[in-house]
């Protein structure tokens, strides 16, 4: 055993992790940030960034047998490939239970940066309705903020990531600290314009992604390089990632210590003082056993993570978990919806291409029950784009021989395609519990996902289908298909809940500074803490709520209070 | 090659009545291990693929692709698809597809090609394989060298996006466009 103290401790290093290591450590405080999995250092662990299909194996297919066995359920992201493999966790060494049909798809990656290195990067403001929507309809409960709270923090975050975008002036998802945007390119400018004229509630713009269109040079960041391909990891540091943005602000206070392959067993709690006094580490490559002690706590870890964790932290003032006195420990959880909305061809621009690869889509945010009631509740948003088809529509397509290859030699046909993103309403039932028999290869017990959507999500995505047939048709756009049925919960890996904020002690476990109501030294910054999923992708959210949290969190250390 | 692999596998199922070996996979995991080509394969993917301005399938190594891809379940494969697609094809042209002059192979080949992708109800459904198959020669050309840099463009780092580029005299697809080949 060794015993080291902090001023604080953050478990995981993924988007939140980083933000709480960079706020607290520039705010004077000695930090250690703990990541369960092993090192990838900045350009140098990005092993297959530059390498050319035929460069790998499986000519960037990966292997499939292998993949059926060690990425059973990672596989089905659709940013696992066999670039970047490593950077998903092995399924046979991190298994779960799931109780429902479909079974819940976890999709995790472990390491340190955590899913920041292969994260989707869209980044969204949430809107003063989506901090209202639980109070307005009574499902779930109130936020303990509203949109006022979080914009300043929003601000803040958005002008040290770097988002590129566009502003349009929509009080369903605000504006924010922009760089330049990205272009359109001429079907996307057709379709916007379509909507402009055909739809009046309805918007497409780029993507708010968080790749540079401005270089950062004092974060040694340089401008995307248009290779989209990012999920790699990005020698360029074009994207915002812990090790690209906000690990070198921690290093660079000298307050900083990082410790890998170290997974958080439990957190302490000490009956006395009331608060965490510490965690109990497993060193995963010796084995050994480690206790840390530190004034404040933030678990980081990725929302399932953080409630398994808590959850694992029992004692007797907190036999089902630390910070349950309420009981919703594990309970509310959720994921969007997603499924594609539309797939499309779009004809009429034949002679038009581009160059370079954008790495964001487009999206039309929410337009419906921002007025007039709707058959149901809450919204949905789409995202995708319009790109020519590659030569794998070949895989499709009968015909072999001289003229098939002269087909698929020519860029293909325009298609425009639409993934609708529903939000998923908080329920009860949709929970996580331990499975206390069966144990990953740490020794610590499985988590146990039991998560279904409800009649609410299905009546989204039918109505997001009809919609997005429409549009699409106002275009001139002929529709292949459309789904309404959901994706597998888990995949938008866009999980949330679990310990959600809210305003009353008794049915929540978050204060409105991400504070455990019951023990104060302990925070919960990820998407653990979401009392709603709205149907924006969250990471933007979860870093201004770290980034304040953090600061708060600092206050209390310095004034004595924590 | 391919009588070889048929001719291990029964030797395999053999053994196992025998009660000398009890799993089938092992036998085919050793069957697989031992193609390392097929004269089936080279000819099939050079009539999807053939030579024209750039190299066609064979010449940049499509088959080993496929091999190995096959051995791994790429497309859903099993290590009995060669076997499987050649024996369905022999049956409807009823004899040795290989020993065919290369004029009329590559009339049967798009005959079965076309009903296979018209979903025609008469074919056996083994035929269903030809897919697959076809799926991995055009896979291992298209992400070969030859295939992503001559036969289409490519370029790994384009360093600028440009949304709108009148399409000239060069109509090639970017192979690069990775949302395009994943979303085609």
């Known amino acids: ?562 | 090659m391919v009588n070889k692999q048929r001719r291990l596998f029964l030797l395999g199922s053999l053994a196992i009545s025998a009660g000398l070996i009890c799993n089938p996979s092992e036998i085919w995991a050793r069957a697989g291990q031992l193609s390392e080509s097929s004269e089936f394969l080279n000819r099939v993917a050079d009539l999807v693929i053939p030579a024209t301005a750039t190299p066609g399938a064979t010449q940049v190594g499509v088959p080993r692709f496929v091999l190995s891809a096959i051995q791994n379940g790429l497309q859903g494969a099993t290590n009995l698809l060669l076997d499987n697609v050649q024996q369905v094809i022999n049956n409807y042209v009823g004899g040795d597809f290989l020993v065919l002059p290369q004029p009329k192979q590559h009339q049967l080949l798009a005959e079965i090609d076309a009903k296979v992708f018209a979903n025609d109800p008469a074919l056996p459904a083994a035929l269903a394989d030809w897919r697959k198959l076809k799926a991995l020669i055009v896979i291992g050309y298209y992400s070969s060298e030859v295939g992503s840099t001559q036969e289409l463009r490519y370029q790994l780092i384009p360093g600028r996006f440009e949304p709108d580029v009148k399409l000239g005299e060069d109509r090639r697809g970017w192979s690069s466009d990775w949302t395009g080949v994943k979303y085609a």
């Open chain 1, 1 to 562: 055993m060794t015993t080291n103290h902090y001023d604080a401790i953050v478990v995981g290093s993924g988007i939140t992790g980083g933000w709480a290591a960079k706020e607290l450590t520039e705010q004077g405080l000695k930090v250690l940030l703990l990541e369960r999995g092993k090192n990838v250092e900045h350009r140098k662990g990005y092993k297959n960034e530059m390498k050319h299909p035929w460069e790998l194996p499986f000519m960037g297919q990966g292997n499939k047998a292998y993949w059926d066995k060690h990425y059973a359920v990672q596989q089905h992201s659709g940013h696992l490939t066999e670039w970047n493999e490593d950077f998903w966790v092995d399924d046979l060494d991190h298994p779960y239970q799931s109780v429902q049909s479909p079974a819940f798809r976890w999709l995790r990656g472990y390491q340190l940066g955590g899913k920041s290195l292969m994260w989707g990067r869209q980044s969204y403001r949430w809107s003063e309705a989506d901090f209202n929507a639980n109070a307005q309809d009574g499902v779930g409960t109130d936020w303990p903020i509203r949109y006022g709270d979080l914009a300043p923090w929003y601000d803040y975050v958005e002008e040290f990531v770097g988002i590129s975008g566009a502003a349009e002036g929509l009080a369903q998802l605000p504006d924010g600290k922009f760089q330049p945007p990205m272009a359109l390119n001429s079907v996307e400018q057709h379709i916007r314009a379509t909507l402009q004229s055909k739809f009046k509630d309805r918007v497409l713009t780029v993507g708010r992604v968080a790749n540079l269109t401005q270089a950062k040079p004092e974060q040694g960041r340089g401008p995307c390089m248009n290779r989209a391909i990012c999920p790699r990891g990005c020698s360029f540091g074009a994207y915002f990632s812990t090790q690209s943005s906000t690990l070198p602000a921690a290093v660079a206070t000298g307050n900083l210590t990082l410790r890998t392959d170290s997974v958080v067993e439990r957190v302490e709690y000490d009956q006395k003082t009331h608060r965490a006094s510490g965690v109990h580490v497993i060193d995963r490559s010796t084995k050994e056993k480690h206790f840390f002690s530190a004034k404040v706590i933030f678990l980081c870890a990725g929302a399932f993570n953080s409630v398994g964790l808590m959850l694992r932290s029992k004692s007797a003032a907190f036999p089902n978990g630390i910070a349950n006195s309420s009981g919703v420990l594990g309970k509310y959880i959720m994921d969007h919806a997603t499924t594609l909305g539309v797939v499309s061809e779009i004809p009429g621009f034949e002679d038009s291409y581009y160059y370079g690869n954008r790495p964001t889509g487009v999206v039309i945010p929410r337009f419906v029950n921002l007025g007039e009631p709707q058959a149901y509740l809450r919204g949905f948003s789409y995202q995708g784009g319009a790109f020519r088809a590659g030569w794998s529509r070949g895989l499709r397509e009968a015909g072999i021989g001289v003229k098939y290859k002269q087909q698929l030699q020519e860029a293909g046909p325009w298609k425009f395609v639409l993934t609708t993103f529903a939000e998923c309403l908080p329920m009860a039932h949709n929970q996580i519990t331990l499975d206390e028999q069966l144990k990953d290869i740490d020794g610590l017990p499985q988590l146990k996902i039991d998560f279904r959507f409800s009649e609410n999500e299905y009546k989204l995505l039918a109505a997001a289908k009809a919609e997005a047939a429409k549009m699409v048709e106002a275009a001139g756009g002929k529709v292949i298909f459309g789904r309404d049925q959901p994706n597998p919960g888990g995949s938008a890996i866009h999980e949330m809940g679990g310990a959600r904020m809210g305003k009353d002690p008794k049915t929540s476990v978050l204060n409105q500074y991400n504070q455990a109501h019951d023990v104060p030294n302990l925070f919960v910054t990820d998407g653990a803490a979401m009392a709603s999923s709205a149907c924006q992708n969250p990471s933007l959210t979860y870093m201004a709520l770290t980034a304040r949290a953090a600061r708060k969190a600092a206050e209390l250390v310095k004034s004595g209070a924590l």
